[in-house]
DNA sequence: CAGCACGACTGGTATGACCACTTGACCAGT
DNA sequence: ACTGGTCAAGTGGTCATACCAGTCGTGCTG
């Protein structure tokens, strides 16, 4: 009997979820406005706090601008929204939007190359030991989410090094849309498993200080995971 | 008679703000507990929804975790947080972050040819004759500020064109970033005013459907701005 | 000493009242 | 015809209070 934790969500939370599904899935048009407050309570059975809670929530995520003694409008979220919202973007209700994926995994392509330079330039012999680590537990793994998150903990590292507040928030926001999706992810880059080299040709240059050679040994380590995730996506797409 | 705005700022605007500025200057530390919800609005002098709507709001961007029955913790924003933190981050105090403000230029300068030479393959004739429209624009312009307007008109075409929900929520979170201190950035930009030719070469890059050649003519359009920048940012070190 | 029960916290929700603001309609002046 | 003032209705903003629902430490109990 597999028992999987109840998830007891606040009701301001899926309030926050549903207003953000509908806004997304332009069920709420851009410019059109929403119910008020007291309507919104009233309609879905709650407290007019829990919405509000929900609604500050949705205004600070910049889906919608709410103007005190006006209504709240909707707003077009391809032009207001940031990089917060891509999680809830990439995976929706339950399934993984292809043409988001495409999207992360090219711009993994074209970050991930320029934060190695950065960090070759800048982190030295210290971060190359703390790389050395990652990929040492690397050779030691066979499951393939844990060599995922070796891999993850290995960009943590270099981000760390190339020192940019930018690079660093870019990371974090990637990671926590691509994190939820890990172990489906892992299954599929089961062949990756055990390919260290890469890792250990940009470790080098990145102890040497070679900021040319760390980015083009980025771009072979990030190749092969985005030729197979993106063969995934089309595939995904065909099944449609 | 310059006239501005009057600012009315909400009370739980106001607490946000506040618990925000605390966490990002360390005075409250990661993995501290902040104090409750009665204990905050008694010592703000507010109601405890006024403080909970901020609260909710600040748990919202990653700063802190809020667990039900429990203490409400900070967490480590240089972890937690995703790129929607970046506006409070590059000016804090009124002042600006030169710290901050390198690494957005850093940024820019790695992601924006990538944007380039991608609406250079998907964007076609189409796109370069919306960019053509605002280059024309360009030509016809004195002031520094309309000028940076335009500018950024020409990027948001070009992430457009480039297809890409990362890359446009990335741009998004940069620009809104950016835009608050455009006025100040335009005068030392002032020199840039009529310097049309670099736009023109990564319009007819993109018409051509030629992304390598689009990458680097974006790479001549950034680099005069990083420079200047770049500049400006060390002198204010030098002088502080 | 292990285990448990309980009490004193914490955050979550509900209610109803009132304040502050925007909007639009209407109405008076010019 | 236009400006400005007034007003009522509706909106978001704030408050006070009570109670529900979890967590956590403490001290009792076996």
Redesign the pocket.
Same mark, same amino acid.
């Given at each position: 009997m597999a028992l999987r934790p109840v998830t007891?969500r606040?009701?301001?939370?899926q309030v926050f979820d549903q207003l953000l599904d509908d806004v997304v899935d332009g069920e709420l048009a851009a410019g059109e406005p &929403?119910p008020?407050?007291?309507?919104l309570a009233e309609v879905l059975?709650?407290?007019?706090? #829990?919405v509000?809670?929900a &609604?500050q929530r949705i205004a600070q995520t910049g889906l919608v601008e709410?103007?005190?003694?006006? #209504?709240?409008l909707v707003r077009d979220f391809r032009r207001a929204a940031g990089l917060d919202l891509l999680p809830r973007l990439l995976v929706r209700g339950g399934a993984l939007d292809t043409a988001i994926g495409r999207s992360v995994i090219e711009a993994r392509a074209e970050v991930g190359p320029g934060i190695a330079a950065l960090a070759a330039e800048r982190g030295g012999p210290a971060l190359a030991a703390g790389l050395d680590a990652v990929t040492d537990a690397m050779t030691t793994t066979t499951d393939a989410t844990a060599w995922q998150v070796l891999a993850l903990d290995y960009w943590d590292l270099l981000v760390d090094g190339a020192d940019s507040m930018v690079f660093r928030l870019m990371y974090n926001s990637l990671r926590s849309a691509y994190e939820p999706a890990l172990p489906a992810l892992a299954t599929l880059l089961a062949d990756e498993v055990g390919q260290v080299e890469p890792y250990r040709l940009l470790t080098a240059a990145i102890r040497a200080g070679d900021g040319p050679t760390a980015r083009a040994a980025a771009a072979r380590v990030l190749t092969p995971t985005a030729d197979t995730l993106l063969g995934a996506f089309a595939a995904m797409e065909a099944d449609r």
């Open positions: 007891r606040s009701v301001s939370d &929403l008020s407050e007291r309507r059975g709650i407290s007019r706090p #829990a509000r809670e &609604l709410v103007r005190h003694g006006g #209504a709240t």
